[in-house]
C-alpha cells in the first residue's frame, strides 16, 4: 500500500505538467515560465549545485591553502582514504548520529506535549503561540548565548535554582565536563527548536475531526486510548514532516556548537559541521574539506531517506 | 460507572492541569529571557560578585551604553539590518516569479519544486569551503553584499512554496479577466495577482527576514573586519575578545537582547502569520 501514500502529490505534478504543446498562448506560456523560474533556480545552483560539485573536485586534489606546491594537482582518493581512516572523523560522525538520535526523540516527545496543549481552545491562546515562538525565531547565537549564561557556574539561573534548593550540582562548571557539555547544549537546542516541531505538529491536529474522539468517547475510550489509537496515527504525516526537518538540522548542527563549546572540552563535542569548518577556515585544507563536505551530503540524503521510509504507514 | 463518576470528579482537576501546563510552557519559553535582560541590567562588578538573588541589584543601563559607544554594535546592526531587508526582497521577488511560473503557466513544477526543496536542506558547512575559495578568487570575501546572495539558500526554497502554494489557490478567473483584455502576464501577474497575494507575500517576507537575521555560519566564514560583522557574528565576537577566564554576560547580554528584540517583536505582531507560512510550508 505504499504506493498510495507517494501517488497523489505526483499525479498532481503531472496534471499541470503536459510536455506537448498546445495552442500558441499556451507555448509562450510555457516560455515565460522557465523564464520566471530561472532566477530561482539559477541562483539557488549558484549557492548549491556549484559548491557540491566544487567540493567534489577539489576533494580528488591537492587543495591546501598552506602548501602552494602541490595546490590542483590531482590527489585521487587520498583524502577519502585519510578521512575514514581518521579518527577523529569516526568520533564525530558517532557523537553526531548520537546527539541526533537523542534530541530528536527527545524533541519529539516534548513537541508532541506542546502541540496538545497549544490546540485546545483557551484565553489568550494567541499570546502563547507567540511566546512559545519566540525562541524559535531568535537567531542561534542569541539561543546559544542566552543558555550560555543560563548555566554559567556563579551567574546562571540553574546554579541559583540548584543553590536555593540546596541540591547537588550548585557551582558546577557545566561547560567544562563532556557529557555535561552535551546537556547544557541539548537543553539550548530544544529550547529554540521544540516549538518549530510543536506547530507542525499543532497543524496536524487541527485536520483531525473532532467527530472521531467523540465517537471515541461514546464508545468509552479512555483518554490515553484515544491519544494512542486516533491522535498518534493519525498525526503521522506531520510527525514525518516534523521529524525530516529536524533531523537533518540536528545532525548539521553548528552555530550551538561553536557557540557554547567550541568543540571542547577538547574534541568531546565537535560535530560534523564542526570538524568540517576546522577543516576548510582553521587548516585551509579544502580537499580534505570537500571530502567531509561528500560524506555530509550522502549523509543527509540517507538519513531523508530513513526518516521517510521508516515512518511510512505500514497497513 | 466509573466513568460516569470519573466524568463528574475531574473536570476541575483537568482544567487546573491544563492551566499549570501552559504556565510551565509559558515560563519555560520566556523565563531564559527575563535572566538575560536581569544579567544585563547589572554593573560589571556586580556580576563578579556572583547572582545571589531573581532580581537584580539595581538597574543600570551602562552595558547597552556601552555597547553602542565601545563596542561599536550600532554598525553590525544596520549590516544585519541592510542584509537581511535585501535578502528578504530578493527572495520574495525570485519567489513571486517562480511560484507564479510554477501555479499557472505549466513548466514541470514537480522536479523544479523539488531541486528547491532539497537545495534548502543542503548542508551549510558543506557550501562554506568552495563559496570561501569562490568568493576569495572574486574579491568578494569581508563584504556584507554577498552574504545576500547566499542567505537566499536559507530563504528563497521556502519563499517559494509559500507563493506557489499561496497563487494555486487563487482564482484563475481573475487574470483571465486581464489577459482577455489585453494585458501582458507579468502585467497580470503584478497587477491582479499579487495585489490578491499580499498576505501571502507577507508571510514569505517575514520568514525570510527571520531566517536571514539568524545566520551565523556564513558571516562567520566569509567576513573578517569588526565594522562588517553581522549583529549575530558581532555578539560572539565581544564574547571571545573578553577576559578568557571569566566571560562578562552582563556586557553580552545587553547585545543579545538588543538582537532580540526586533524579532520578538515581530513575532508578537505576526504570529498568526508565522504559524500560517510554517505549516503551509510543510504539510502540503
Redesign the interface.
Known sequence: MTTTTTAP??RR??L????RGGSDR?RA??R??????A???V??????????L??LW?SFHHENLTDAAQAHTFSGVSNYSKLFSSSDFVSSLTRTVGFMVVSVAFETVVAV??AL??H?A?KGR?L????????W??????SA??????F?P????V??LLGVFHLPGAHTTWLAGEWTSWAAILVADA?KNV??MA??L???LQ?IPDDVYEAARID?ASAWQSFRRITLPLLK??LV??LV?RA?QAF?I??VI??MTGGGPGTTTETL??F??H???VDTD?GF??A???S??VL?LVI?GICTRALRPST | MPALRRRLRWPGWGRVGFYLAVLVVLAVSLFPFYWIVRTSLETSAEFSAGTTSLLPAHLTFSNYTQAFTQADFARPLLNSAIIALATTAVSVFFGSLAGYAMARLRVPSGPILTFILVAGFFPVLAMVGPLFLLYRHLGFLDSIYPLIVTYLVYTLPIATWLLRNFFAQIPPDLEEAALVDGATRLRALWKVVVPVAVPGVFTAAILSFILAWNDFAFALSFLQTPSKFTAPLAIVNLGQTQNAFQVMYNRIDAAVVIVTLPIALLVLLAQRRIVSGLTAGALR
Do not use: E
Not at chain 1, 499541470?16 to 510536455?19: G, N, Q, V
Not at chain 1, 541562483?43 to 559548491?51: E, F, K, M, N, Q
Open positions: 502529490p505526483a505534478f503531472r499541470s505538467w503536459s510536455p499556451l506560456d510555457r515565460l515560465g522557465y523564464l520566471l523560474v532566477p530561482a533556480v541562483s539557488l545552483l549558484a549557492v548549491t549545485g556549484y559548491p557540491l566544487y567540493n577539489n506535549g506542546l496543549v497549544l485546545k483557551f494567541g502563547v503561540r507567540a511566546a512559545v515562538l519566540i525562541p525565531a531568535v537567531p542561534t547565537v542569541v548565548l542566552l543558555w550560555k549564561t543560563m554559567d556563579r551567574n546562571g539561573f546554579d541559583y529550547w516549538p518549530f506547530i507542525i499543532l497543524a496536524g485536520l468509552g504525516p506531520a514532516v516534523a526537518f537533518l548539521l553548528f552555530d561553536f557557540i559541521s564542526y568540517n569548518y577543516a576548510f577556515l579544502f574539506g570537500g567531509i563536505s561528500i555530509l551530503v543527509s531523508a
